[in-house]
């Protein structure tokens, strides 16, 4: 890796930290909790969730009491049915992915987290003949986009999950959600969310039906929030990218600073 790009790894890498690990990443939030460095979140629809800006000098020791200590908050809470603890690998955290497993923690496939200029993302992408992109806010479409994004996952369509991001909405908080159709269907889609008193924003959330991908779709769905984050004042996007996302990501300029594992518990 040349020096040139050391150097922007680190400077984004520190930006992250410095202005994401903060409130910033828990938009839409019930509560929030901390119990030493960690950060204890509440979202509707029975969801924890577990993050830091950092552990500190924690020993292994530290780490081993930590992990109990939290889940133990949420298993005292009969309305939460599922905790994400959310890991990244340049943490300084010994022995935590024993702990976790140790106390029912299941970890997911690593995703990459990948940061880059707002404008790499902002381009004309051609779209198939009959494919529209469009921003949606009415209480059907969201439904629809979030029954969508819950079956590209392998997952039973969730009334709570459209609801979280109809209450999200009601907030007015910034957050947007995009999509594109074909054959008046919805065939990906994406969330864009603005960091308050920060440089970034982040695309969430990104997924396409299996038979559309590779035609460009969600290369528009994604150029069509940079292009709203820039509106908004802002200069640079952040996402956790899978297999699939992550090489679009990478043809517009944006770095791999790190990696992030979620770690699930299930009540």
Request: charged share 25%; hydrophobic share 40%; no cysteine.
């Amino acid at each position: 890796m040349a020096d040139d790009e050391v150097n922007t790894r680190a400077r984004l890498l520190a930006a992250y930290d410095a202005q994401l690990r903060t409130d910033a990443e828990t938009p839409g939030a019930i509560d929030v909790t901390r119990l030493g460095p960690l950060r204890l979140v509440t979202f509707p629809g029975g969801r924890g969730f577990i993050t830091y800006r950092d552990l500190g000098e924690a020993n292994s020791e530290a780490v081993q009491r930590l992990v109990p200590e939290a889940l133990s908050y949420f298993e005292s809470a009969p309305r939460i049915e599922r905790v994400e603890w959310k890991t990244r690998a340049h943490d300084h955290a010994p022995g935590l992915h024993e702990a976790l497993v140790a106390n029912g923690f299941i970890p997911d496939d690593p995703e990459s987290i990948m940061i880059g200029e707002a404008v790499a993302l902002a381009i004309d992408v051609p779209l198939p003949l009959g494919v529209t992109v469009r921003r949606v806010t009415e209480e059907p479409d969201v439904r629809a986009m979030s029954g969508m994004q819950d079956e590209v996952f392998g997952d039973p369509v969730s009334e709570d999950a459209a609801n979280a991001l109809l209450a999200r909405l009601s907030l007015a908080d910034g957050m947007e959600l995009w999509v594109g159709e074909a054959e008046g269907q919805i065939v990906t889609a994406g969330r864009l969310e603005p960091v308050a008193r920060s440089d970034f924003a982040g695309i969430w959330g990104g997924a396409t039906r299996a038979d559309w991908r590779g035609r460009g779709i969600y290369r528009a769905v994604t150029a069509a929030r940079a292009r709203s984050a820039i509106a908004g004042g802002k200069t640079l996007i952040h996402s956790d990218s899978t297999a699939y996302s992550r090489p679009i990501l990478e043809r517009s300029g944006f770095i791999a600073v790190s990696t992030t594992t979620p770690y699930h518990w299930k009540r």
